[in-house]
């Protein structure tokens, strides 16, 4: 079955009808919201609202452990999450959409894995390519049918906000070669690859960066705000278009715990 994990803007999911809600539990305690079971037009989905349903869990207090294994546990086995995004490269203006293929992982003082002392032999798992290949190209099937021009590829900075970064923090991701800058995508992914569900983002850009382009002399949220509506709208159709392709099969080559 297909997960998504709506991130900011994203709180409720245009489109579902929603069948019931579930508060799961966990051994990593409390998801960031009970998951909505429902369809999109007629296809089974499950919604999980990364930030909670009033957007109160910043990034860097959202339990990542607990919303995947809620979602493993309820028999998902393809996850999309909707990411907003600051656009450092340029093809990623305000409104620009990505799938992205690479991550560097800026963040810290989260738990990144489901991995704790047992006093079994420890594992590691390839991060090589750190989203799920099948997924990725279902998410840009899904953006080419629905007419969705998008950059199909490219690296994700991960950073522990909240706050938004400095224009020489951004000049230093852009010289680390990133493409864009967000705050949710890890643990999310690696988690997801430990535990195997087939993972995948669709980042859209809601703001230049900082320092860059109109975000020279700082962000506009009325920008962002503005922006984010608009993509929200445009998602929806991508989103219907992923929900309508078959998720009975289990994904394949996922590395499992
Ligand atoms: N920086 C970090 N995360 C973000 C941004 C940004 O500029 N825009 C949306 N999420």
Redesign the pocket.
């Known amino acids: 079955m297909l997960g998504i994990i709506g991130g900011?803007g994203l709180t409720k999911l245009p489109g579902l009808s929603i069948s019931h809600r579930q508060v799961i539990r966990t051994p990593f305690g409390e998801p960031s919201s009970p998951l909505s079971f429902g369809d999109l037009n007629g296809h089974p989905v499950v919604f999980m609202a990364r930030h909670g349903y009033g957007h109160t869990i910043p990034p860097h207090l959202v339990n990542y452990r607990a919303n995947l294994w809620a979602l493993h546990e309820q028999k998902v086995s393809h996850v999309v999450s909707v990411?907003?995004?600051?656009?450092i490269h340029p093809d990623l203006k305000p409104g620009d959409i990505c799938v992205p293929d690479q991550i560097i992982d800026y963040t810290h003082g989260r738990e990144t894995t489901f991995v704790e002392y047992n006093g079994k032999p420890v594992t590691h798992l390839d991060f090589t390519w750190p989203y799920c290949e099948e997924m990725r190209q279902r998410c840009m099937d899904a953006l080419r049918r629905a007419n969705e021009p998008f950059m199909a590829g490219g690296v994700y900075a991960a950073?522990q906000?909240p706050r938004?970064?400095t224009k020489a923090e951004?000049e230093r991701l852009a010289g680390d070669g990133a493409d864009m800058?967000?705050?949710t995508g890890m643990p999310e992914a690696y988690l997801a690859r430990e535990i195997g569900l087939c993972y995948a983002a669709i980042a859209a850009?809601?703001?230049?960066?900082?320092g860059r382009s109109d975000?020279a002399a700082g962000?506009s949220f009325e920008t962002?705000e503005r922006t984010l509506e608009s993509v929200v709208e445009r998602l929806r159709g991508v989103l219907i278009n992923l929900a309508c392709m078959d998720f009975n099969a289990p994904p394949a080559n996922q590395d499992r715990l």
């Open positions: 900011s990411a907003t995004v600051g656009g950073v906000g938004l970064e951004i800058v967000g705050m850009s809601v703001n230049w960066a900082a975000s962000i962002i």
